[in-house]
């Protein structure tokens, strides 16, 4: 059973800056691919990055070139830097873990998460 714990969330100004941490604990934990999604007020849950096992990258069109995601297997932590935040990027932030699909569709459909820690709330307000 893998167990998904995220740190970081908090209250920032518009512009700002927060990095978010998710500790991974389980069995082979290396084989899964990690990630993020998040659930505005009245949203639909969204992907927002994941990172493949051998660390290939993606990104939802609304953070590319904003938000840089990254895993250290040694710790078991996946990190989600979010730089220029903006309003709409408030919602609660998941971590999310998976190993039976490739990562882009991973990242596209919660349906293929298999894996959801409890969320840690982000709020980009002045």
């Known amino acids: 059973q893998v167990q998904l714990v995220e740190f970081g969330g908090g209250l920032v100004q518009p512009g700002g800056s927060l990095r978010l941490s998710c500790a991974a604990s389980?069995?082979?934990?290396?084989?899964?691919?990690l990630g993020w999604f998040r659930q505005a007020p009245g949203k639909e849950r969204e992907g927002v990055s994941c990172?493949?096992?051998?660390?290939?990258?993606y990104y939802g069109d609304s953070v590319k070139g904003r938000f840089i995601i990254s895993r250290d297997n040694a710790k078991n932590t996946v990190y989600l830097e979010m730089n220029s935040l903006k309003p709409e990027d408030t919602g609660v932030y998941y971590c999310?873990?998976?190993?039976?699909?490739?990562?882009?569709?991973?990242?596209?459909?919660?349906?293929?998460?298999?894996?959801w820690g409890k969320g840690t709330p982000v709020t980009v307000s002045s």
């Open positions: 389980g069995p082979i934990l290396d084989y899964y691919h």
């Open positions: 999310v873990a998976a190993s039976l699909t490739a990562i882009r569709p991973m990242c596209r459909s919660k349906s293929l998460i298999e894996y």
């Open positions: 990172i493949s096992s051998n660390n290939i990258l």
